[in-house]
């Protein structure tokens, strides 16, 4: 399935992948409780938290984990040498998400 990263490598970054999603959502979740929800950039995840509460953003973030996962899957079966490159991509977004949510939310 994976040519040159072995399939211990791909999975050693689908875990960096769900650790960092799970980083963002506790930043956020922080974030949230030191400056409230007015601050958050993402409008359905402040329409979410307005709607039902702290499970918005949490049901919001798993769905979006999963279809990372889920296309990340894909581009590995389709495009085995591609994965990696799609997998860091996926761990830097959710880097900023959680780096963004410390500088607004918690050193503010």
């Known amino acids: 399935m994976v ?3 072995g399939q211990a490598d791909l999975s050693l970054l689908v875990r960096g992948i769900v650790a960092i999603q799970l980083a963002d959502l506790t930043t956020f979740a922080a974030a949230v409780r030191r400056v409230g929800i007015d601050q958050e950039s993402n409008a359905v995840a402040r ?5 039902a509460g702290d499970f918005g953003p949490v ?3 798993v769905a979006a984990t ?3 996962l889920l296309i990340l899957r894909r581009i590995a079966r389709r495009f085995p040498d ?3 490159l799609a997998a ?4 830097s977004v959710g880097l900023v ?3 963004s ?3 607004v939310g918690l050193l503010a």
Not at 88 to 91: K, P, S, T
């Open 97 to 99: 998400g959680a780096l």
């Open 66 to 68: 999963l279809t990372i």
């Open 82 to 84: 591609r994965a990696p």
């Open 59 to 61: 049901l919001l973030k």
């Open 47 to 51: 329409q979410l938290f307005a709607v």
């Open 3 to 5: 040519s040159r990263l």
């Open 88 to 91: 860091w991509v996926a761990i």
């Open 101 to 103: 949510n410390v500088v």
